[in-house]
């Protein structure tokens, strides 16, 4: 594929909302490229600064004309497609406005994928294991109309608790109010 083609399919997508891709994604872009020709030409892309690799088979269409608001999350949600993921621990805290501390590029994960922190150039995402089942899962989070739910502040509490983190930080009182 040419570069004018590419920019020219990345850009519709872009109107549509998306500049986040998993190797799959692009595969479906550019059907007409074998496995090997779409390797190549991610990697030409990649040199004339089209596309941005942010983490191992996850792209950025780095022409996107959206706002980087929550690239973070659309990056996390990519990152984990399949799997049951929300906003929790202390980046949901912080949001609620019960703990001290803002996590500034930075993004507290619980999925039911693996867990793990990676390091992107929008910033660096902590997911954080959870065995808990999808119903209980749902029942837990919100849709905030941003990529990934976020844990209410009861269960992002709870989350904290449970898996063993400072929670020193959390102002009891707010956390009470938050709702």
Known sequence: M???TARDRLDH???QGRCVYT???LAKVFPEDSPGTLQESIGRLRRFHVLEG???GIYVYALSRQAKTNRLEEIAK???RGEYSYVS???ALSAYGVISQIPVERLTVMTTGRKG???TPYGTIEFTHTKRPAPDLLSRMRDVGRPLR???PEAAWADLKRVGRNIHLVDIEALHEAH
Do not use: G, I
Request: glycine residues 0%.
């Open 2 to 4: 040419n570069l004018n």
């Open 13 to 15: 997508w872009d109107k």
């Open 23 to 25: 190797l799959a994604d």
């Open 54 to 56: 942010v983490h191992k």
């Open 78 to 80: 990519a990152m984990r």
């Open 89 to 91: 621990l202390e980046s």
């Open 117 to 119: 922190t990676y390091r």
């Open 150 to 152: 976020v844990a209410t």
